[in-house]
């Protein structure tokens, strides 16, 4: 059973940055494409960022672009989301998610999500 963990989330200012991680255990990491989407309150769940197996071929949504950087240690079997100049619009609940095919922008592709982290961006 492949379980994946987030962490790093909180509250920062606007401007500010924060660095999530999510952990992968319970599968061969470097096996899967992996993804980031939010879901603020009362809103659907919305692509961020994704990344390929090896992590050369990266995704991002419009939102964040130029803002938010996805990465991968596959040694480590781990993957990272760096966000910075944060905006009171990026506060959301954080998830990552696994994909045995490929990294893509829809959330139904995915075949295993955390449990989300919540980040919080105050003005």
């Not at 059973?1 to 255990?25: D, F, N």
């Not at 993804?35 to 960022?49: L, S």
């Not at 040694?75 to 905006?87: E, F, G, I, P």
């Not at 009171?88 to 829809?106: N, S």
């Amino acid at each position: 059973q492949v379980h994946l963990a987030e962490s790093g989330g909180g509250l920062v200012l606007a401007g500010g940055s924060l660095r999530l991680s999510c952990e992968v255990s319970g599968g061969t990491f470097s096996h899967y494409a992996m993804g980031w989407f939010r879901q603020a309150p009362e809103k659907e769940r919305e692509f961020v960022a994704a990344l390929s197996w090896s992590g050369e071929d990266t995704y991002y949504g419009d939102s964040v672009k130029g803002r938010f950087t996805i990465f991968r240690d596959n040694a480590k079997n781990v993957m990272y989301l760096q966000m910075n100049s944060l905006k009171p619009e990026d506060t959301a609940v954080y998830y990552c998610a696994a994909d045995r095919v490929y990294y893509g922008y829809y959330a139904h592709t995915y075949d295993y999500w955390g449990q989300g982290t919540q980040v919080t961006v105050s003005s």
